[in-house]
């Protein structure tokens, strides 16, 4: 897949608490695929990863979301770990970076409890995804028809539920960049 995904740039966004390998596997296939990839997060400096309920290492970011738009991107990937998500959906300005993805359709991909900042987006209705099973309730309320699969792809959303489907998640995920959005200027 080396070149397949050459000028497009995809963000990565994420806060303290995110699931490590949810976004260093994510990161490294895209980077391999040919993609620019940029860790967007509420702040500068670095965030804090996470092996499930154990520190894991901290990741430098690239840039805040204050200082980029949705329009700079072709597209935007969400990791999970529970607290990442959940600080992020609480957040007005990360709440509207992802919002304006979606409505621009452009693709975007979630793993884990990521789709929690997609509900919170109003990004669901209507879509057919999976996630960590504890998200199914939230992502049903939320109009969105939940199944327990490895990987869900609806149109420019890909989901997928944890580490283990992380290989499958990536294909999806690249496939779908690929196909999708416009290539950054």
């Known amino acids: 897949m080396s070149g397949t995904l050459t000028g497009r740039k995809i963000a990565i966004l994420a806060t303290n608490g995110f699931e490590q390998v949810e ?23 670095s965030i804090q990863g996470m092996n499930h309920a154990d520190k894991g290492d901290s990741i430098t970011v690239d840039t805040t979301i204050a200082d980029v738009s949705a329009d700079q991107f072709d597209g935007l990937v969400l990791p999970g ?18 919002r304006r993805f979606a409505a621009s359709g452009k693709p975007i991909a979630a793993i ?11 990004a669901v209705r209507g879509k057919k995804m999976t996630s960590w099973p504890s998200l199914q309730t939230d992502l049903r309320n939320a109009g969105a028809n939940w199944v327990d699969q ?7 959303l890909v989901t997928s ?25």
Not at 23 to 45: D, F
Not at 112 to 122: K, N, R, S, V, Y
Request: charged share 30%; aromatic share 6%.
């Open 150 to 156: 490895p990987v869900v792809r609806d149109g420019k």
């Open 81 to 98: 770990g529970v607290a990442n998500p959940d600080y992020l959906r609480v957040d007005k300005a990360a709440v509207d970076f992802v």
């Open 23 to 45: 976004l260093t596997e994510p990161r490294r296939a895209l980077k391999e695929a040919g993609a620019e990839v940029v860790v967007v997060s509420q702040k500068s400096g």
């Open 112 to 122: 884990c409890h990521g789709p929690w900042t997609l509900i919170e987006a109003d």
């Open 161 to 185: 539920r944890k580490p283990d489907d992380l290989a499958l998640f990536n294909s999806t995920a690249i496939e779908m960049f690929a196909e999708g959005g416009r290539k950054a200027a």
